[in-house]
């Protein structure tokens, strides 16, 4: 194909361009058109297609996140908000700290390996431009039913290329979740965490200033891989009877990223950017719009020298090539040099590529023709916005309660616990969590199946972060506004079982189709949730992604906020741990019970749904979270309770260590009513859980005392031998 | 006391090893691949990691690094030398010890708190033990399983060699539950588990590790 250029497009407005196929709407089109005054050339069309598909321009999310900055909570915390590549919060004596979620679904349906493994990749990458070193992952993983076909090649292959990905790299993997549920099935989702530690003055942006500065590309040499991945990938449903999409899906190299994460680290330190950014989602297409953009405009780029793997790759593919492992950096021409040694001993492959322009146009040429010539905001920031139609969907008027028999003593609650315990969702997950490696760095002080990962920060002072992930889908799907408000709750409070103070929330927000008025509600509810939630709590959003057209034909997944929240802990050595390690203490639930089996597992086990979620109670659980972390010297275990129950808190603390219990409890076992923790204490300090439970007007009620090789509940007794035989047994069964 | 710490492209463990030989009480010295200088250090580390992407075969072009010219000669005179994990793996590409490493049993990487019985308690790195004495270390790797002809097996255990075995079920399908091997010398030591992830109680699962690291300290100081 013949180059198109800017002359050719000014002399040929009525040329036809696949703007269609490229995913782009007829008015998506025309706006591109009024822009430019002229049709764009096909370089301008690929870079257009892929920064405002859906993915990079969150052209239906925007009009309600913009949320989460009018309702930001006054936080000395955040140093940097949303809208750089990841948000950074000060955690005290000098340490910064940057955390962000994304989604990789599609892909990783498509090729479940290379699609986990690049998401890890890409979330590492952004957390590395933020100036800081990544010191941990994180995986909340949704898949199909268990025992469907299709989970068992997509589960391992997701599980085997997180792990590949990120052990590889030296990350420890730190926790996450595995759901599953039939929606799943067709769209299983891939979130992945990272967090990152630097001192406040090590921050970097993602800008181009400086006339005359050096745009500069280093890493791995750009591929075919993953062109246009990011528009006909994750911006289309999926629909049987089209071309297999293998080819849009990148390949990682965890090998080349380790390298070039030592490299920019190297750099950093020796203070040699201006600006960097990595190339993700829609490449180089990305990268110098989002940097031109965000500096003062002007940017001159020489595409030719884009080092290639694959020399037939034309303009329009090496600009929306996904090729993972590269960075962009704007460097001063008298750190070049510098800049060189360091990649020279890495062994990273840099090359100029262009300059940072007088004026506010991006140029782009290809062996000296002007292929691209654009104001560099309408590609990266003015993409359309959609205020898309929006109604109550009408299976919510159609839901009947959650009508399950509850056990509460005998044979019946035995065989009650083995059938909860063992079913997939609540079953152990260490065949998937030793899969990871969870030690390396050294700093891991708790990681999966404890409430929350905690990685020290500092081995001389013992200050660390602690991070969990949740998300309760079901309870979405009754009500997202309480669904999202009851993820963060939970989240906060399994930041707060191990005894740090949450600080800041992340989310990675999985949905259906946007062109669904129905999901757009579920949506907007969402938001509106988790930004009043964060507001009442005081917990800034500093970041957060949003996965649409997570839908198989008309059924679209439950809609899945992942809510992460980051909390901050002065000495790690302080923390609590989840099981119970000795006899002899007395074991307390703290909250009430009420009978909230809409949504639960025990109800889903049974094929009920119910219709209605819990009422989140932020009053009561900011004075929990206080009751925790005042507590917090006296707690010998604590665990927080969510899914499965009081029956299934205290199936795992029993089993953590094998050490058993006996208890009795009067409330429903099965229930899962949100803000309740479980807690064991010496019996001397029973006094003091006391005046806490007074100080902060939370229930307490005792439920027993630990020890014994037995769970006994009432006068059921449930050997821990079975219990854990059945506990752990399911995932090697399922997936070998 | 000088104890070098060989960082290759890709290795991960480095800092970990770092911390392991400081808590011991010697002083960690960075080594890099390219350098030939072992820059007077008295003992090397060669730590865990996927050096060079393992994507040839494990350790087998960290081999061919400047850095291992200098360790191997050294060693062939009794320098002391522990591979943990990728480095036992480059060690047995050196040569400087027998078998090599194949992918375990099951095919998946595999991560774990592993308990071992140390057997042979006479090398540099493992003398601070006493034999028969069970540990647990991590157990982290993709390619772990222990394999050799079985000659050269015979040879191994009949010169009593084997320095940790596997207790109870053999996790990745090492030939005699082989975790780790020695040299006749006793200065090169390999071992697929990881000593320097257990040196503190808040971060590992003991401090069973660290006596890996102060055996060689009492070696070199009786010297």
């Known amino acids: 194909m013949a180059l198109d250029t800017v002359s050719i497009a000014e002399t040929t407005p009525n040329n036809e361009q696949p703007w269609r196929e490229l995913g782009l709407k007829e008015d998506e089109y025309a706006r591109i058109k009024s822009i430019l005054n002229r049709r764009p050339t096909s370089s301008e069309l690929a870079m257009y297609s892929v920064m405002w598909s859906e993915h990079c321009s969150y052209k239906s999310s925007k009009v309600h996140l913009k949320q989460f900055g009018e309702k930001a909570p006054k936080s000395d915390a955040l140093l940097v908000g949303i809208g750089e590549n990841a948000g950074v919060v000060d955690i005290g004596q000098g340490y910064a ?201 002007g940017m001159d780029i020489q595409l030719e020298k884009v080092p290639l793997r694959d020399p037939s790759l034309s303009p329009e593919e090496i600009l929306m090539s996904e090729s993972q492992e590269r960075m962009c950096a704007i460097i001063e021409p008298s750190k070049l040099a510098a800049f060189m040694k360091i990649c020279k001993k890495w062994d990273v492959t840099a090359t100029v590529i262009g300059q940072v322009s007088e004026g506010d146009r991006l140029k782009i040429t290809f062996n000296g023709e002007l292929i691209v010539d654009v104001p560099p905001r309408t590609v990266a920031h003015d993409g359309p916005v959609y205020n898309r139609p929006i109604a109550k969907p009408a299976y919510l008027d ?207 086990l049974h094929g009920v749904m119910g219709n209605t979620a819990p009422k989140a109670d932020l009053a009561m659980e900011q004075r929990l979270i206080n009751l925790l972390l005042d507590g917090q010297s006296i707690f010998e275990a604590a665990h927080d309770l969510s899914n499965g129950g009081l029956v299934a808190g205290l199936a795992e603390m029993t089993l953590r260590y094998t050490v058993g219990a006996d208890l009795a409890v009067s409330v429903n076992l099965f229930s899962e009513t949100p803000g309740r923790v479980l807690v064991a204490v010496k019996p001397e300090d029973a006094e003091q859980l006391t005046a806490l439970s007074n100080k902060f007007n939370i229930t307490i009620a005792k439920l027993g005392t630990t020890g014994g090789d037995d769970l006994i509940i009432n006068d059921a007794v449930i050997p821990l031998s079975e219990l854990s035989q059945a506990h752990s047994e399911t995932f090697p069964k399922l997936f070998g | 006391m ?81 591979g943990i994990c990728n480095g036992f793996q480059v060690l047995t590409e050196s040569h400087l010890l027998e078998g090599a490493m194949i992918r375990n049993k099951d095919l998946h990487f595999i991560c774990k708190d592993q308990p071992l019985v140390i057997e042979n308690t006479q090398t540099m790195w493992t003398n601070g033990f006493t034999a028969g004495q069970e540990i647990v270390i991590p157990l982290k790797n993709m390619e772990g399983s222990f394999q050799c002809d079985d000659a050269t097996l015979a040879r191994i255990e009949d010169e009593g060699r084997v320095i940790a075995r596997y207790v109870g079920e053999n996790p990745n399908g090492a030939r005699n539950k082989i975790a780790g091997i020695t040299n006749k010398r006793g200065n090169v030591v390999g071992l697929m588990p990881h000593p320097e992830h257990a040196i503190e109680d808040l971060t590992g699962p003991g401090t069973d590790g660290l006596t890996f690291f102060t055996s060689v300290l009492q070696t070199l100081v009786g010297r």
């Open chain 1, 97 to 297: 700290v940057t955390f962000k979620i994304e989604s990789h679904n599609h892909p990783s349906f498509v090729e479940p390996y290379q699609g986990a493994a690049t998401g890890v990749g890409g979330i590492v990458r952004d957390i590395l431009t933020m100036g800081a070193r990544p010191i941990a992952v994180m995986d909340p993983l949704r898949f199909g039913l268990a025992d469907a076909p299709d989970t068992r090649r997509v589960l391992p292959g997701i599980v085997a290329g997180v792990g590949g990905y990120g052990n590889c790299l030296g990350l420890p993997n730190i926790g996450g979740e595995v759901v599953f549920d039939e929606t799943y099935a067709g769209n299983p989702l891939v979130n992945a965490l990272c967090v990152g530690v630097m001192k406040h003055s090590d921050i970097k942006l993602a800008t181009a200033h400086g006339t005359g500065n050096l745009v500069v590309l280093f890493g791995a040499k750009t591929g075919g891989d993953g062109i246009g991945g990011v528009s006909v990938l994750a911006s289309e449903t999926f629909a049987s009877g089209k071309a297999a999409k293998r080819p849009a899906v990148q390949v990682g190299d965890p090998f080349a990223e380790k390298v070039l994460i030592e490299c920019s680290l190297e750099i950093f330190a020796q203070d040699l950017v201006v600006g960097i950014q990595d190339l993700g989602g829609a490449g180089l297409s990305c990268a110098t719009s989002e940097l031109a953009s965000a500096g003062s405009g």
């Open chain 1, 398 to 604: 159609s839901l009947t309660c959650a009508e399950v028999p509850t056990p509460s003593k005998g044979a019946e609650l035995k065989a009650a616990v083995l059938k909860l315990m063992s079913s997939p969702n609540m079953a152990d997950k260490s065949w998937v969590t030793s899969q990871y490696d969870r030690y390396v760095q050294g700093n891991s002080v708790l990681a999966q199946p404890e409430d929350s990962g905690m990685i020290r920060i500092d081995a001389q002072t013992n200050l660390g972060v602690a991070i969990s992930t949740d998300a309760n889908a079901r309870w979405s799907y009754l009500d997202p506004y309480e669904g999202a408000k009851l993820a963060l709750l939970e989240s906060c409070r399994n930041i707060a079982t191990t005894g740090a103070k949450p600080l800041a929330v992340t989310n990675c927000l999985n949905f259906g189709s946007p062109e669904d008025p129905g999901v757009m509600w579920q949506f907007s509810e969402t938001v509106r949730g988790l930004a009043d939630a964060c507001l009442e709590l005081g917990l800034p959003v500093t970041g957060g992604n949003v996965s649409f057209y997570n839908q198989t034909g008309s059924v679209a997944i439950l809609p899945t906020p992942v809510i992460g929240v980051l909390g901050v802990i002065q000495d790690v050595r302080t923390r609590t741990q989840m099981g119970i390690k000795t006899a002899g203490l007395d074991l307390y639930l703290i909250g009430t019970t009420d009978d909230d089996l809409s949504g639960s597992e025990w109800a889903y």
């Open chain 2, 2 to 82: 000088r104890i070098g710490v060989v960082t290759f492209p890709g290795t991960l463990d480095d800092y970990d090893a770092a911390r392991a030989v400081e808590a011991a009480g010697a002083q960690a010295v960075p080594l890099f691949h390219a350098s030939d200088d072992l820059k007077e250090v008295q003992a090397v580390v060669l730590p865990g990691g996927f050096s060079y992407g393992d994507y040839l075969r494990c350790g087998a072009i960290a081999r061919f690094a400047p850095i291992m010219s200098s360790i191997i000669t050294a060693a062939e005179h009794g320098f002391p030398v522990l």
